[in-house]
């Protein structure tokens, strides 16, 4: 990954909230996971400042951090939007019409897979596997998961977290 991706600048507000969190594990490097997924529900990506507060936080090298952060596909060097929409991109998957799926949302949102909308509020990604097989093909919305999925429903969906009519 290209260094330069992920330097943009994060609130100062952010980074004292992240640095409170890793603080907390300061010595402790087996809970990087744990800081970067509490520290996540605080930004929306991992910026080069945000790396560097945890490193110093916990005290263990940037390198480190910045491996972590850019090996999991749930994290992201980038800020993404409000809501992840993340399509399974599993064979299951696109055997039982996840492109069709796929198209409904691109065309609806107005962006292609990767980007984000410019509103800030959707960001349109693959994911691997979401593991939901049996009801795909699939979506994973944050932590919301939508499935038996077909152009129209998802174009549904789509409509509910536009309105703001989800939990």
Do not use: W
Not at 105 to 110: A, I, V
């Amino acid at each position: 990954m290209d260094r330069d991706s992920y330097v943009y600048k994060t609130p100062a507000s952010k980074l004292v909230q992240v640095a409170a969190i890793a603080a907390e594990y300061k010595g402790r490097p087996d809970m990087l996971m744990t800081v970067i997924i509490r520290a996540q529900k605080v930004v929306s990506a991992f910026s080069k400042e945000v790396a560097s507060v945890i490193a110093r936080e916990m005290d263990i090298p940037m390198n480190k951090v910045y491996s972590f952060i850019t090996f999991y596909a749930m994290l992201s060097v980038k800020p993404r939007g409000r809501y992840i929409v993340r399509m399974c991109k599993s064979a299951p998957c696109h055997v039982h019409g996840a492109q069709a799926v796929v198209q409904a949302l691109e065309d609806q949102l107005g962006i292609s897979i990767g980007e984000t909308t410019e509103d800030g509020r959707f960001t349109l990604e693959y994911c691997p596997c979401l593991g939901l097989c049996e009801i795909s093909p699939a979506i994973m919305i944050n932590e919301h998961v939508y499935g038996n999925l077909t152009p129209e429903s998802v174009r549904d969906i789509i409509k509910q977290y536009i309105r703001e009519d989800v939990e």
